[in-house]
């Protein structure tokens, strides 16, 4: 048996108890070591914004459309940042005591299908609760940048800082994809990364990563630009990553831009976006925005910039900064069974967190 985080309806999280099937030939079985919370994409569902609650996705002409929802309560395997201990394996691929990283949702075991699941080892050296960004979230971040060097290079694309190397980069946004965004492209060579955000908790983990920082109240944009001078009538940041989901923070990120700069958009959106005013910056620069999804990599990188590829870039970035990540970036660290109480406290607007990671050892890891 295994207990799976089950979302009931809006505002009500629990936990239920789910039978596990036998392990098949070629599959494997691992109990969850760590399981890292997104509180923006999760808490949708908590909360009852997301699309899929409300509308039917057409995958095949990519359009949500009236009909009955694709989504609808109890919302159960939510969460795509888990880390699992091989405890049986049927399958040469993955040994027994292996600690991989997945994305299976909130449970506390699990049993993989070797026809759908994809799983990364983790090498000894790293921190088994950085592990929780190795399969998804790190690729996510790491996506955004390759788009940016795709934006500068096309396909001849070598690096993943091929878009920020020598450059100036702004993030705006400072939560977990922002901050891992923002580590992304200073391992990759920019010549200086701003993060802006609201907050200023936030703003002083983005400051202890290495970054520089702006509060977003403070019009941000007047101070780069008067600072990131390219040439007569050519200022701002060279890119930006726009890493927060409100419509106010899409509206900044192209007031940063220099002239024909590109935004990068990691965001998800739930609600409308009338704050972002397209017949002033956007239109007088001449600015592109790209959406950064991990479920496309740029055209024309596929083959060499698969998934792998990236959780590769993201275990080589948690080696780099790992330390910092761990001490500041990790908030909360709680017990499976605190995990109803935090989700529904997070939606509720009762607690805050940067990255909340669930464990049943807690004590064993220090939080």
């Given at each position: 048996?295994?207990?799976?985080l089950?979302?009931?309806g809006?505002?009500?999280?629990c936990l239920?108890?789910?039978k ?11 109990a969850?070591?760590?399981s ?17 609650l ?33 405890v ?8 027994e ?6 994305c299976y949702?909130?449970?506390?075991a699990?049993?993989?299908d070797p026809m ?12 088994p ?6 399969a998804?979230?790190?690729p996510?971040?790491?996506n ?9 290079h ?7 800082g ?23 492209a200073?391992s ?11 907050t ?12 520089n ?12 630009k ?10 701002g ?14 509206a900044l ?5 220099r002239p024909?700069?590109?935004?990068v958009?990691?965001a998800?959106?739930?609600?409308g976006?009338?704050?972002?005013r ?10 592109t ?5 991990i479920g496309r ?17 993201t ?14 970036v ?38």
């Open positions: 048996m295994a207990e799976i089950s979302i009931e809006p505002g009500e999280v239920v108890e789910e596990l099937p036998d392990v098949p030939d070629g599959g494997f079985m691992v969850t070591t760590h890292g919370v997104s509180a923006g994409t999760e808490l949708t569902y908590v909360k009852g914004t997301n699309p899929y409300g509308a039917t996705w057409d995958p095949a002409l990519g359009l949500f459309m009236e009909g009955a929802p694709s989504v609808s309560y109890p919302v159960r395997g939510i969460g795509y940042m888990q880390v699992g201990l091989v049986e394996t049927r399958t040469r691929a993955v040994r005591g292996a600690l991989v990283a997945m949702g909130h449970r506390t699990y049993v993989a759908a699941d994809r799983f990364v080892e983790l090498p000894e050296d790293l921190d609760m950085l592990g929780i960004y190795v998804h979230m790190g996510i971040c790491a955004g940048l390759l788009h940016a060097a795709h934006d500068l096309g396909p001849a694309v070598g690096q993943l091929d878009g920020v190397r020598g450059r100036r980069v702004a993030v705006v946004g400072a939560g977990v994809v922002g901050l891992l965004t923002a580590c992304f200073l990759g060579g920019a010549a200086e990364v701003v993060v802006v955000d609201e200023p908790a936030r703003l002083a983990i983005a400051e202890a990563l290495g970054a920082v702006l509060a977003a109240d403070d019009d941000p944009a007047v101070t780069l008067r600072r990131w001078r390219h040439g007569p009538n050519d200022r940041a060279d890119v930006v990553f726009q890493c927060r989901g409100q419509a106010r923070a899409l990120g192209l007031r940063l831009l024909q700069g590109t935004l958009d990691l998800f959106y739930t609600q976006a009338q704050e972002v397209l017949g002033e910056e956007f239109h007088h620069n001449g600015l925005v790209r959406c950064a999804q990599v740029p055209r024309g990188l596929a083959h060499a910039w698969d998934r792998e590829r990236l959780s590769h870039e275990i080589n970035l948690l080696r780099e900064r790992g330390g910092p990540l761990r001490e500041h990790i908030t909360d660290v709680i017990g499976f069974a605190e995990a109803p109480r935090f989700l529904t406290g997070l939606a509720a607007g009762r607690l805050q967190t940067v990255q909340a990671v669930l464990c049943d050892q807690v004590e064993d890891e220090g939080g």
